[in-house]
């Protein structure tokens, strides 16, 4: 679907390949590699038997999903009730809108130029239910237009595919000798119907057929087109500090939002050099807001970072991923709550020191100290699973367990005495060993156990050691002792 | 030796007689700790145990230094008291700019900042707007300093805190039991300055404080009190 400047020239064939169980599996093919012989879902390494000097290229499924979520809005110049259908299609409510194209034939005609100057091939077909369109579009004739009364007749010659069938029952039904649409029709109900009573809808011919021929409903649901906000200052001459438009243009943006009652969670300031540069800086919020000063000051210390050139003469505001946000007051006197607060002091902090750097700690599910505790960014609303801990730990850990020298009376036993960054401590006081193993499906071979003991020393300090590894364990010389952690 | 310590609980609390022990540390303004050592980790349990238990989340700040040298908190140990929002940054300035910007946030329960060493940013100036910035919003403010001597600063109270050997295990005689600390509050504002042994009850989860025991002179007015409650 992504349009580029370096797509291969059409006689080279070319596949798009996506990891499947046993290595890459074809998922799209140019018409050149279709010419070859090569078959979708097929396995590269097969294919490129067939075709030795086959051109495979990563599919970038996420972006043909996000690429068909902007064509299904911007397919709204036809009709306004259109949604996705599968990762290849589209659907479109054209009830009542064709008249407006001239005809439905007229409308296809124009829609099939439309869709090539934006370098994108299509089928097409017309058809009273979703079914039999998309059965139309991908199995009939060319822009094939179909009417109430004539479903039946122009279905019948389609093989079954067509029907939006999975592929072990197609394979089903070609062995029961039925491979047309038509065939499946004329199929006694009853028997038919036993026969598949027990699979879903895209495994049942039986309600395949009964949605493609308009005996079960299938509405179109429609996504709705969220609005865009944008405030833009046009300046007479070129100035070199965004600053001080900046309050005006929040304020302009936030009252766009409030009209119509949305909130945004990203701001994105541009601004149009001279030159014919564009410069951007971005923030983020942890809630949608709409609250121009603290927009604003989202922006503190980072309108440096704008490279102004010789100066700039257009500023733009843009709001992104925008919600919508009730107004809510949630005290008498009109004030606002510690919530609201908490989420605007996460947004300053995260603008201020970056996303990396203002995170909450939560509980994984570990018994290895260092990876029961995991780190998520403050501005996500994540909610992390709760896990218990069940043994004492220490309140402080270090951040690399540092080495230290022990003297102990019995090797297996805990330390007499250990020298920590140039420091004697003398133990008088214990607990443990509490043996913790390694997690054999993420460490690496050879990872030794540790054996974790709390220890006091003569002036009251408690320290978390741990000794990694037995002597005779076989995963390296003796085993070395570190200081993990700090008690209370 | 039991004698002793009594006569100097009630010398303790002759003088302090006006200091209820359930408020010591409760101060909602900015309080400064200098721990004894860096990797004693008795001063952060006890200004751990002196933030009430609420679903509010408490403001951590650490700049590198201090997360290198005393390593960081961890959550496991901390026992689920409240939600934590952490932010590293590495100049003693950003940490001081994210203590006060926290502060001007009614809905934390706590801001606890650390910096290493004598910044030239940490001065008296930069501790007065955090003191009045938190005494504003009634937010205690918890500041921790290592490696460098108390100087001028306006924080409202001034601790020292030393880890000292734990009570005694209940099952195992040679098991680290509760913590103990020696509490040293040398400059406050609205109390006053006192030495306690603070000993934290893990199953009730409070503080115990008592007088701490030290041989010296028994001052005057020692044998006055006892002879008054004797006679």
Known sequence: MERSGDAPPDEVPMVLATEGQHGPVIHAANRAARIAGLRMRARVVDMRALCPDLRVEYADTEGDRAALDRLVLWARRWCPWTVADGPDGLVLDTTGSDHLWGGEAAMLVEMETRLSLLGLTAGLGVAPTWGAAWALARYGGVRQICSADQIASQLAPLSVPALRLGDETVLLLRRLGLKTIGALADMPRLPLTRRFVRADLPDNPVLRLDQAMGRLAEPVSSVEALPRFRAQSRLPEPILDPAPYLAALCHDLCAQLAQRGFGCRHLHLAVYRTDGEVSTVNVATSAPSRDADHLRRLFYDKLERINPGFGFDLITLEAGAVEAVDIVQTRLDGGADGDLQLARLIDRLTARFGARFVTRPVLRESHVPERAEGWTRAIGDTQAAASQVSRERPIRLLEHPEEVRVLYAVPEGPPVQFIWRRQTHRITRYAGPERIAPEWWVDKPGTRLRDYFKAEDHTGRRFWLYREGLHDDGRGGDPRWFVHGMFA | ?231
């Open chain 2, 1 to 231: 030796m039991q004698c002793m310590s009594y006569l100097f609980a009630s010398r303790q609390s002759a003088n302090q007689n006006q200091l209820d022990t359930r408020t010591i540390g409760q101060s909602r303004s900015l309080s400064e700790m200098f721990p004894e050592s860096a990797v004693d980790a008795g001063a952060v349990g006890f200004i751990l145990s002196r933030i009430q238990r609420s679903a509010q989340p408490v403001l951590w700040v650490q700049d590198r230094l201090s997360g290198k040298e005393a390593g960081r908190f961890y959550l496991p140990g901390l026992n689920r008291r409240w939600p934590i929002l952490r932010v590293d940054v590495t100049r003693a300035v950003d940490v001081l700019l994210a203590m006060e910007d926290g502060l001007r946030c009614k809905g934390l329960a706590a801001v606890i900042g650390e910096v290493w060493g004598e910044p030239p940013a940490l001065g008296f100036t930069a501790t007065k707007r955090l003191a009045l910035r938190s005494e504003a919003n009634g937010i205690p403010c918890w500041l921790i300093r290592r490696a460098t001597n108390p100087d001028l600063s306006a924080a409202r109270e001034r601790w020292r805190v030393a880890s000292m050997p734990s009570a005694p295990h209940p099952h195992d005689p040679v098991a680290p039991g509760d913590p103990q600390w020696r509490v040293d509050l040398f400059r406050s504002r609205h109390s006053r300055p006192g030495t306690w042994v603070a000993r934290y009850d893990s199953a009730a989860d409070r503080v115990d404080f008592s007088a701490p025991f030290r041989d010296g002179a028994v001052a005057e007015s020692d044998g006055a009190i006892r002879r008054r409650a004797a006679g």
